[in-house]
């Protein structure tokens, strides 16, 4: 089993930047990739962004390419993702997510582990 933690949610202002960080307990997140998506009040959730176990390769959603992120380091066990130029439709709750194979997926089922969610609140 794995628990994920996120960290670094806030209100910001747009055009403004947050990290996001996941914190992996209970067992290495070295070894299973990972990602992250948000759910915006009233829509339903969506992939943001992932990356390999490896780190070596990463998918981005088309919304948020160019702006955000993601990156992740192995040996302190942690997924990050930064954000920057955020705007108001950025507005959302966040949540890391992992998956038991070393690719990556844009599809929520197929990942097997799921944090609280940290906010994330843009005022424009």
């Known amino acids: 089993q794995v628990q994920l933690a996120e960290s670094g949610g806030g209100l910001v202002q747009a055009g403004g930047s947050l990290k996001l960080s996941c914190a992996a307990s209970?067992?290495?997140?070295?070894?299973?990739?990972a990602g992250w998506f948000r759910r915006a009040p009233g829509k339903e959730r969506e992939f943001v962004a992932a990356?390999?176990?490896?780190?070596?390769?990463?998918r981005y959603a088309d919304s948020v390419k160019g702006r955000f992120t993601i990156s992740r380091d192995n040996a302190k066990n942690t997924v990050s993702l930064q954000m920057d130029s955020l705007g108001p439709e950025d507005t959302a709750t966040y949540y890391c997510a992992a998956r038991e194979f070393n690719t990556y997926s844009i599809n929520a089922e197929s990942y097997h582990y799921w944090g609280q969610g940290t906010q994330v609140t843009v005022s424009s």
């Open positions: 990356i390999t176990q490896s780190g070596d390769a990463s």
């Open positions: 209970g067992r290495t997140l070295s070894k299973i990739a």
